[in-house]
């Protein structure tokens, strides 16, 4: 059968053949041209044979197409030893329509590069004999696949790394140019600015031949004539590519001070419309890159080092950043903007000592024994990392912002991080730059490697929602980036630990007694409680599963490739059920076990899978190994899985812990204060306009929601500012004004969409139009 993909509706495929080989080190040389829109330069792919990798895979056979006999007809280069100045391809058609559903985060618009860009087919991709064992055909070449999305690919050549200067320590050989990068990736961890020196050399290289490609919608093709295994196959090459304006991985924008920027915007299909890549979890992969744009630009990336520009050219400059632990390609981040260094207008010297403090307490967080691991360089491993509290940190924000930030933001920062050191120990980064990225983000945050990435909408009013999100994307550094999830449809492994996590370090952070800490959280409970009700009474049942593919769940065809259920629906980027039912079961297990020795254990977890991929029983039975029998009481991996992973719907555990549970006090008050109000505010009285602007700074979507909710005319302007300045909230908020029926509510969705359509997230929009039309 010949799946044909809804690209905004369906599956998102993985293309990458993962199971026979694997990118170990990605070197990006971009352009940024902010005229055109584009991303253009090349990209050197150093490579791995990934049959040592087969754990990662099912055993499940995959049958292969046979509708199609038509060979793969590339154009033969010149020999290797004679490069050639150009390579026309035909295309060679690759379905996915029998891999294994993975379950389930002057423009340049004419792409003229014949053959070689992506071409939009409405009827999808075609299966073919191709579709499944690309390592071997017998007499046919190997075939590597890489995920290729919204790319122009220009040339693809393999890379002499034998003529790179300053290789002799490696095999001189040209022959085994393999060997020369099996060795430099094999390079110890204590040698990695000497490997990341050798990766940047053999990148600059001169090519030893063309080699033959294709493209399709989801995927790029390239062969070797010859290379019949990935064995044989360059272990080296670099591809010429440019990105497209439309492409869904960057946004191009303008800041709140109007000035033009871009950045990734954690895209349904990631980063493949940034650079051809192994999208798969399994893929993990260094990286070093160096972005040139005009010099009044400020170029940020997922990076270990604190970046400074280099003067190039005349009005032109170049940024370098660079990653030594192995991380997924879709955690790549990069954004480009006239961004201001946000600084504490004082800085004193306890604010420099802080940083560097530690104490003999501390060393609860520091185990015996290795990482498990690859090898890099692991702070875990380093004495003077595990006592350190509080990262390096830069904070960034367009101009506008600045004094927000100083007065928000900043101040906020030291403890979080402290208060996450407290409860995790050893921080898994080395360092942390915060952006307040421009108005059409449509989140309040999302975290990669040494970046976050926060909404504007956290620096309005107090300190509780700034505070709040900022401890949400802290805790991913430990769950979502430095521990993974090996299957993306068990979304809760980051999101969940997230969530519950953020309630643990903002207690923290503000140094609250352990019975206003439990207030806090039990009032943040029964709010999320609410919430969780409305969702699963408002989205699919087949989404509110946490763990979709059962005992499926982790497995991929035989090549690694596979497909993310759900994947390219766009609500399911506004769906918080993995949020809400991850956290509840992890405070379920922190409450059965006691919060000590919930937190001693997640200590001991984060030490163990640190720098790994993990499915949920990875997580489970070493929880239930590390706990005394008696505090087990009923507890099973397949009763967690049955109760609360593999149904939908309210988990029975959380609707009879719900039923039984008393009103907090905290709650109590909040109930007994909103019946005050509500008496107060029949009185008949007149408000200044400048006593309504200060509410409406404070408390922007809340008093936006009364406004619609009372049809209060008088304050319909404010509903309109929310919608074009706060589009992270904004998008619940169209849903209430056309769920209310008044015809001015909907006109004025309406008119708002039409104004600020073309600024807001590709995602964003189609939801909101499919509310509005």
Known sequence: MDI??????????LMANTSHILVKHYVLDLDVDFESQIFEGTIVLFFEPGNRFKKWSSSIEVACGSESNEACRFRMPEPCQSPVTSTKTFSSKIGYDDFVICGKGGKDTSGKDGNHGNQEQASGISSSKHCCDTENHGSEEFLLVLDCCDLSVLKVEEVDVAAAPGIEKFTRSPELRNQIVHELVALPADRWREQLDCYARCSQAPSCGELLFDTDPWSLQIRKTGAQTATDFP???????????????VTWTSDQSGRPCVYTVGSPINNRALFPCQEPPVAMSTWQATVRAAASFVVLMSGENSAKPTQLREGYSSWYYYVTMPMPASTFTIAVGSWTEVKPEICSPSDLAIERSSSPSEADFRY???CGHMEYPCRFQNASATTQKIIPHRVFAPVCLKSACQETLLPLIPPCLSAAHCVLGTHPFSRLDILIVPANFSSLGMASPHIVFLSQSTLTGMSQLCGTRLCHEIAHAWFGLAIGARDWTEEWLSEGFATHLEDVFWAKAQQLAPHEAQEQQELRACLRWHRLQDEVQN?????????PNKEKTG???????SVIRHGLNPEKVFMQVHYLKGYFLLRFLAKRLGEDT???????FVHTFHGQLILSQDFLQMLLENIPEEKRSELSVGNIFRDWLESSGIPQPLQRERQARAECGLAQQVSAEVAKWVRVNRRPRKRKRKDREEVFQKVRHRWC????KHKYTKAYRDVE???QEDQAMGIYLYGELMLSEDPRQQHLARRCFELSREQMDRSSAKVVAEMLF
């Open 235 to 249: 272990h080296a090459i670099r591809i010429r590519y440019r990105t497209k304006p439309q492409g869904r991985s």
């Open 555 to 561: 497995h991929v065809s035989d090549s690694g490739s």
């Open 705 to 708: 929601e009364l406004i619609v």
């Open 368 to 370: 015996v024994g290795f």
């Open 4 to 13: 044909k993909l809804d690209p905004s509706r369906d599956d998102l495929p």
């Open 721 to 723: 500012r929310f919608l």
């Open 598 to 604: 919930y937190f001693s254990f997640l200590r001991k």
């Open 539 to 547: 989205s699919p049942e087949e989404m509110q599963v946490l763990r």
